[in-house]
C-alpha cells in the first residue's frame, strides 16, 4: 500500500487579531515619558504581517489614543490599515475610556455610530460602546441591552463575537477591578442561551479570562504597558512589557491566544513543517 501524506495541521477557520490599548500618541509623544507607544503598535502589525496567518480582521479593543487627540487617531489609522488592506483584512474599532467620542467618529468610523454590527465571513462580530464621558469604569445602557437582545434574535452562520472595552468580569488588581463594567450582571440575561461565543474586551492591561451568562470572556492585554498581576505585597505595579491577541475560530470552538512582543531569549526557531512532522512522529509512538 502506499503511504497517505499525513494530513496538514489544524488550520483555523478564520483569525481575527485583537489590538488593546494602544494609548497612541502624537507623533513625538511618549507615554508617560518612557513608552514608545507607535513603536510597540508598529511591531505587533509587523509580527502578524510576517507571521503569513490570513487575517480576517483587526479587532481594536479600545483606549486606543491616550488623549484622544484627533492627531493620536490620524496616526493609528496610518499604521493599521495599510497593513489590513494588504492582508485583506476588516478593521473594526471600539471606544474606550481614554477615548473622546467626537474625534473617534470623526477620524476613525467617518461619523458612524460607535456601536455597529459587522459580517467576518460567517461570524458576526458586535461592537459596543462601553463608555461613559468623564468615567473610567463601563455601563452598557438598556438601549444597548435592548438592541443586542434584538440583533441576537437570528442566530448567525458562524456564531456572534461581542466586543467591548471594559471587562464584565472582577480583575485580580485592584484598581483594574474599580473600574471595571457596572452592573455587568445585566448582561447575562441578554447573553444566555444565544449565539455568542466569545466576548472580547481589553481595558485591564492584563490578560485574563471568565464568564457571563454561560459566554466565555477574553480580557486582552495592553500594547502600551502592563500591570503586574502579582506585585510585591502592599504595592502595584506595571512594566514595559506589551501583548496583543489572536483569535481563532475552529469549527464551532473559539480561541483566544496572548501573544507578547517578547526579547527574551529565544530557545527555538526551526522550520515549521520539519517542527511538526517531530511532534507527529513522537504522538504516533505514544
Known amino acids: 500500500m502506499t503511504a497517505q501524506p499525513a494530513k496538514p495541521p489544524m488550520t483555523p477557520d478564520l ?29 505587533a502589525l509587523a509580527m502578524v504581517e510576517e507571521s503569513g496567518q490570513p487575517v480576517s480582521a483587526f479587532l481594536l479593543t479600545g483606549d486606543l489614543t491616550d488623549d484622544g487627540s484627533p492627531a493620536a487617531y490620524r496616526r493609528l489609522r496610518h499604521l ?23 474625534a ?5 468610523l467617518d461619523g458612524a455610530a460607535c456601536d455597529g454590527v459587522h459580517q467576518i465571513g460567517g461570524l458576526r462580530v458586535i461592537v459596543l460602546d462601553s463608555t461613559e464621558p468623564g468615567r473610567h469604569d ?33 480583575s485580580p488588581v485592584p484598581t483594574v477591578h474599580l473600574l471595571r463594567m457596572r452592573e455587568a450582571e445585566r448582561l447575562a440575561p441578554v447573553l444566555e442561551g444565544r449565539d455568542v461565543r466569545l466576548v472580547v474586551t481589553g481595558h485591564a ?19 502600551a504597558y502592563g500591570v503586574a498581576g502579582t506585585p510585591p505585597h502592599g504595592r502595584l505595579g506595571a512594566h514595559a512589557d506589551a501583548a496583543f491577541s489572536r483569535i481563532d475560530v475552529f469549527g464551532t470552538q473559539v ?4 501573544v507578547p512582543l517578547s526579547h527574551a ?22
Not at 488593546?20 to 511591531?43: K, Q, W, Y
Open 205 to 223: 492591561h492584563h490578560a485574563g479570562c471568565g464568564s457571563i451568562g454561560g459566554v466565555p470572556v477574553w480580557v486582552g492585554p495592553a500594547l
Open 138 to 170: 463601563g455601563y452598557l445602557s438598556d438601549e444597548q441591552l435592548g438592541g443586542l437582545g434584538e440583533v441576537l434574535a437570528e442566530p448567525a452562520p458562524l456564531g456572534s463575537l461581542l466586543a467591548f472595552h471594559h471587562p464584565p468580569v472582577p
Open 80 to 102: 493599521v490599515e495599510p497593513v489590513a488592506e494588504r492582508l485583506g483584512a476588516q478593521v473594526l474599532y471600539a471606544m474606550g475610556n481614554h477615548d473622546t467620542r467626537p
Open 15 to 43: 483569525t481575527l487579531i485583537q489590538l488593546s490599548d494602544t494609548h497612541l500618541l502624537p507623533e513625538g509623544e511618549l507615554m508617560h515619558g518612557l513608552v514608545d507607544t507607535a513603536a510597540n503598535l508598529t511591531r
Open 104 to 108: 473617534f467618529r470623526a477620524e476613525l
Open 255 to 258: 480561541v483566544a491566544t496572548a
Open 265 to 286: 531569549a529565544q530557545v527555538y526557531d526551526t522550520d515549521r513543517e520539519a517542527r511538526v512532522r517531530l511532534i507527529r512522529e513522537a504522538v504516533a509512538k505514544w
